[in-house]
């Protein structure tokens, strides 16, 4: 089938990378960093999680993240409403407290986690799959109500930590429930970095018999390097919306020192490379992703970023 | 259309990975490199190159190399005998001067290397591309004479470091030249690793309108981290040999600190992920990646060998 001609990349690195990271990183760097992403032309940046600090302390200053971020693009606001781009900010909130905490920190778009894994779904929110969606009707309800939008999540969506390869059919069957609950776009996280073109395309096969293509994200790991491969498979099925985190920031909590969240500046690469439009500036990403990666005394995970400061450095 | 059921994978990081390394490596350590792989089953080994040391210095021990390495073949030969499985050691003869001490050490699968860039043949191996196919002539003839089959190599067939862009036209063609001189086999080579999935794909549709798919072997570099999702491009286009460099072997010779050739780990583990048999021991191979990144005194570059070592440290 013919590739989708534009694609939406959802910046993760902010909030799943930055949670992911061992070192607690400074309000300041977080705010700036979720400014140079903006500047590189990533319009939809998840900045932070409304959940209890006890659990997350990484996201500890969710409230002055996003007052800040929100803030800034006030101040944007007339060349923002020149070019009519609009930049989204998405937080994650497991639940009613966070949403209300969210909201009052001015929050325009939240995200709700759920899991396509039994085990995942206990050990990770403490709670079965039913619970956790029973959970998050409130938070789209109350969001509805404030006119705030929903971005759903479906974790474990080829593989599950603790039980293995999931069924397509258990992804499907989740990620209905959150589109009926109101989410605008359920995004497919493969969690653990398991699938492969083919185990993608089953999912994809089973929840779009759900779901259209336009309302689904693929959020794909890159721990055993099948990300970009994946991401192509899903662009043939027709998805366009892609999550990824910059510089690869995050790792996999599962297995310490693998890679986690695929690179956005991988992903980009990928879509220029196919002739599809993202209005990203990869050498200010890039930029970006070496900037973070410093910021945490490394180099970048990706090879996209990898390759192109060797090459910066020869030149 | 269907994948491959079968893919065969050739080796090629006891050559084309410890040539690009700057630390001369051990004989011993090579031979014992060479004989790790074969026990992980690989049965095509790109076991060393027949160049002038002054060029290649790395390779300065060709023919103590191959010689043991067929020595030892020859021990087992009664197991081989019994499995039926041939084991390939092809090596590199860039004229007739290296075919004939390729030979002389007992060489039965020779290699020629080609460009489809004008510039990067002459700066590659001072000569046109026409001046060096007909360079190769003389070895094909030799080979055929002598038993020995021989495969070719184009290299640039996506992007070259000093032309940019290059046309499939020109890559079919030094393929098709390739091809009726007698190679079995043409591995296209994306030496600098621009390729990704569509450039990839309009390039072997140039090609295979002159070889069948079963003469062709793809070669990517993941210098972008496109190579798997090359691989998976060219499946999907009938193509079932890839050359593979394990543990990433050899970096990029055009951008210090960027991915070279594709590690083999990465492609085995799509491959068996796409449920096609490759007949390589995953774990074996991993284990050879990190012992030879060890010798080499670093981590392996793959991202499936780092995730299933740190699964390991972790169980």
């Known amino acids: 089938m013919e590739l989708p001609r534009t694609v939406r990349i959802v910046e993760v690195g902010p909030r799943d990378g930055l949670q992911n990271e061992k070192q607690v990183v400074a309000t300041d760097t977080k705010v700036a960093l979720i400014a140079r992403l903006r500047a590189a032309g990533l319009r939809a ?11 997350v302390p990484q996201m500890g200053d969710n409230a002055e993240v996003l007052t800040r971020v929100l803030a800034a693009e006030a101040e944007r606001g007339e060349a923002v409403a020149r070019d009519g781009a609009a930049v989204w900010y998405p ?4 639940n009613l407290k966070g949403f209300e905490a969210a909201l009052a920190a001015g929050a325009t778009e939240v995200a709700v986690f759920g899991a396509a894994s039994e085990s995942f779904s206990r050990k990770n929110i403490n709670c079965s799959i039913a619970e956790s969606l029973e959970r998050f009707r409130p938070v789209t309800e109350a969001a509805q109500a404030a006119g705030v939008r929903v971005r759903g999540y479906v ?17 499907a069957e989740v990620a209905q429930t959150l589109f009926e609950m109101g989410c605008y776009e359920v995004s497919l996280g493969d969690t653990i970095g398991s699938g492969n073109p083919d185990s993608i395309r089953r999912m994809l096969e089973a929840v779009l018999t759900r779901i259209p293509a336009d309302r689904l994200a693929g959020h794909y790991h890159d721990t055993y390097g099948m990300a970009v491969a994946n991401v192509f498979a899903s662009l043939q099925m027709g998805v366009a919306v892609f999550d990824a985190s910059v510089g690869g920031l995050g790792g996999c909590p599962y297995a310490a020192g693998a890679s986690g969240n695929v690179a956005t500046e991988d992903v980009v690469w990928l879509l220029h490379g196919l002739g599809i439009e993202t209005g990203v500036d ?29 090459k910066r450095r020869a030149a």
């Not at 940046?45 to 659990?55: L, M, Y």
């Not at 937080?91 to 497991?94: I, R």
């Open 45 to 55: 940046i998840e900045a932070t999680s409304f959940v209890s600090p006890k659990w």
């Open 155 to 171: 974790s474990c969506v080829v593989g599950c930590p603790y039980e293995g390869a999931v069924a397509p059919a258990a992804v």
């Open 91 to 94: 937080v994650l909130t497991p």
């Open 282 to 310: 990869l050498d200010a990403l890039v930029d970006t992703a070496a900037w973070i990666s410093a910021a945490l005394g490394r180099e970048p995970a990706s090879r996209v970023a990898r390759a192109v400061l060797a």
